[in-house]
């Protein structure tokens, strides 16, 4: 124990002499396990660590396809929904829509986002909410279900995280809800802006189906596969089209796809963070067999006083770990800053979730994450830093007092390892550089493709007006009013309105008869039915 806290003594001496040089190598080390921890991290909560659901694992998005030219994922009508519901592959099949509300009383009026689902849509996710309680079976009837569910966050910065808000009312769209729950702060779903849930009922004997807006959600029983699910689906969407054959007359293509929750969540960002994990990997790789040459390189410059210890009785042994420990030291050191750098970074990416990250349980450093980093240090440290040890210790003692420093770093068999270090180095960096001239060509041309428009200096908002307090007719006014006054100020060149925004997420709400009729129209390849 005495012999190695004097190596670690004497490692931090021989590491402070040369400043600059540990300096370049500790960055080098820091910058490329920083980098490798932060995609680890992000490619973890991807596609590693368990949903913040129980049972997520059985939880699929059950998709209509449409497939005349490449595959197309429809949401479902009402008659879907009933139809899909009675499978017997689900333990609880729901279905669910999105939009947004005006909250307003206790101050501001605010704009959030909203969810509506069907009365299984708690039991699907089985998360068990914070506090109060979930929807009950007889809120699903029509005219009962003035409750609403909200967010921690919204709970949080709206209500101050008052505990006495279950039972009181808001008021939602200028009508009151009965606050009966609030969902823990991981609960997510159908996407991290989701603040409001609010009962979504229907009719047993709906035949609406030319209104495609739910999403359906389910989670198989436990003997049940995906492929088996997928198929009995096919069976009840067969058994449907037989029932209304004027409406699917035509739809050839016509499927359905069951996705696993986590594929829906992460979609292509499996891609990304799988090339960016390459790419920091290479990364990693070339810092450490920078720092070895760096190693090298100061271990032949050390050579003599290696060779004068060997000369006074020390053990190669000996000389091995003391050297060994120093570069150890060196990737530790590296490590730690590392782990810094990657606590920033991935503040930064929760920050602006920009992988979608939070609806997965967001992104952070756990004890797998670093666990990573650690074995990352200490074996990079034991790999890249094992060899120059090799190298120092085997100084000859008799070459090593006779001949000059210049005479050792030139000879051809001190300088071969340099050059296959800088060799690899270079290879390293070749992979490296061609993935991100090719990564950075896809992305110019992905900014330069044509929109159809010109989106430069064009500004939005959103408005919404409650049904109850508005008309048609006032809306209409109201809108035409508000246009006028808007292009009335200075700087404005023009005012439109619209439903949707273009290139914006909007739910399909059009019927397949439309669909397909629209398509057939766009392609002349497709031949031409009556729908």
């Known amino acids: 124990m005495n012999g190695l806290l004097q190596d670690l003594r004497y490692a931090l001496r021989q590491l402070r002499k040369p400043l600059g040089f540990t300096a370049v190598a500790v960055i080098s080390l820091a910058l490329g396990i920083g980098a490798t921890t932060t995609i680890y991290s992000v490619v973890d909560s991807l596609l590693f660590r368990p949903l913040p659901y129980p049972n997520s694992q059985r939880i699929v998005r059950v998709w209509n396809t449409f497939a005349p030219r490449g595959m197309m994922?429809?949401?479902?009508?009402?008659?879907?929904?009933?139809?899909?519901?009675?499978?017997?592959?689900?333990?609880?099949?729901?279905?669910f829509s999105t939009g947004a509300v005006t909250l307003t009383g206790?101050?501001?009026?605010?704009?959030?986002?909203?969810?509506?689902?069907?009365?299984?849509?708690?039991?699907?996710?089985?998360?068990?909410?914070?506090?109060?309680?979930?929807?009950?079976?007889?809120?699903f009837q029509t005219g009962?279900?003035?409750?609403?569910?909200?967010?921690?966050?919204?709970?949080?910065?709206?209500?101050?995280?008052?505990?006495?808000?279950?039972?009181?009312?808001?008021?939602?769209?200028?009508?009151?809800?009965?606050?009966?729950?609030?969902?823990?702060?991981?609960?997510s779903f159908p996407s991290n802006e989701v603040d409001v849930w609010q009962p979504l009922p229907i009719v047993p004997a709906s035949t609406n189906l030319g209104n495609h807006y739910l999403n359906l959600v389910g989670d198989l029983?436990?003997?049940?596969?995906?492929?088996?699910a997928a198929s009995e689906m096919a069976t009840l969407l067969a058994r449907l089209q037989g029932r209304f054959p004027s409406y699917y007359s035509g739809a050839v293509g016509i499927g359905v796809s069951l996705v696993p929750l986590r594929d829906q969540m992460v979609g292509n960002s499996r891609r990304i963070v799988l090339v960016l994990m390459a790419g920091v990997g290479f990364m990693l790789l070339i810092a450490c067999t920078n720092v070895a040459s760096l190693l090298l390189a100061r271990g032949e410059d050390r050579w003599r006083e290696l060779a004068t210890r060997?000369?006074?009785?020390?053990?190669?042994?000996?000389i091995l770990n003391q050297v060994l420990i120093e570069n150890l030291l060196l990737f530790v050191m590296?490590?730690?800053?590392?782990?810094?750098?990657?606590?920033?970074?991935?503040?930064?990416?929760?920050?602006?979730?920009?992988?979608?990250?939070?609806?997965?349980?967001?992104?952070?450093?756990?004890?797998?994450?670093?666990?990573f980093t650690a074995t990352a240090s200490l074996a990079t440290g034991l790999f890249f830093g094992l060899f120059p040890a090799l190298k120092a210790s085997r100084a000859n003692v008799s070459d090593a007092l006779k001949s000059s420093g210049r005479e050792m770093?030139?000879?051809?068999?001190?300088?071969?390892?340099?050059?296959?270090?800088?060799?690899?180095?270079?290879?390293?960096?070749?992979?490296?550089?061609?993935?991100?001239g090719l990564m950075t060509g896809s992305l110019v041309k992905?900014?330069?493709?044509?929109?159809?428009?010109?989106?430069?200096?064009?500004?939005?908002?959103?408005?919404?007006?409650?049904?109850?307090?508005?008309?048609?007719?006032?809306?209409?006014?109201?809108?035409?009013?508000?246009q006028e006054r808007v292009r009335n100020l200075p700087g404005v060149h023009a005012v439109a309105i619209a439903n949707q925004l273009p290139m914006s997420h909007s739910t399909l709400r059009a019927g397949l008869r439309t669909l397909i009729s629209t398509l057939q129209t766009r392609n002349s390849s497709v031949p031409t039915t009556s729908v």
Not at 109 to 123: E, H, N, Y
Not at 161 to 176: D, M, P, Y
Not at 455 to 481: D, G, H, K
């Open 73 to 95: 994922e429809i949401p479902a009508s009402e008659p879907e929904f009933l139809e899909y519901r009675q499978s017997d592959a689900f333990a609880h099949f729901a279905g």
């Open 144 to 187: 009962r279900g003035q409750v609403a569910v909200l967010s921690f966050g919204l709970w949080q910065n709206r209500f101050g995280s008052n505990r006495e808000i279950i039972g009181k009312t808001v008021l939602l769209n200028g009508q009151s809800y009965s606050v009966v729950g609030i969902m823990p702060r991981n609960f």
């Open 409 to 436: 770093m030139g000879s051809r068999h001190q300088t071969r390892a340099r050059s296959l270090l800088v060799m690899t180095e270079i290879a390293f960096s070749l992979v490296l550089l061609a993935g991100a």
């Open 334 to 371: 590296g490590g730690t800053i590392g782990l810094g750098l990657a606590f920033a970074a991935l503040k930064f990416i929760s920050g602006g979730d920009y992988l979608d990250v939070a609806q997965l349980g967001g992104v952070r450093l756990d004890l797998r994450v670093l666990a």
């Open 221 to 228: 029983k436990p003997q049940v596969t995906r492929q088996q």
């Open 106 to 139: 206790g101050g501001d009026p605010l704009r959030v986002a909203a969810a509506w689902g069907t009365s299984d849509f708690f039991q699907v996710m089985g998360t068990e909410p914070l506090l109060g309680r979930v929807f009950t079976p007889d809120e």
């Open 446 to 482: 992905l900014l330069n493709v044509s929109l159809g428009f010109n989106p430069q200096n064009v500004v939005t908002m959103r408005l919404s007006l409650p049904e109850t307090r508005y008309s048609l007719r006032q809306a209409e006014t109201l809108f035409r009013q508000l």
């Open 310 to 318: 060997a000369a006074l009785g020390a053990t190669r042994m000996r």
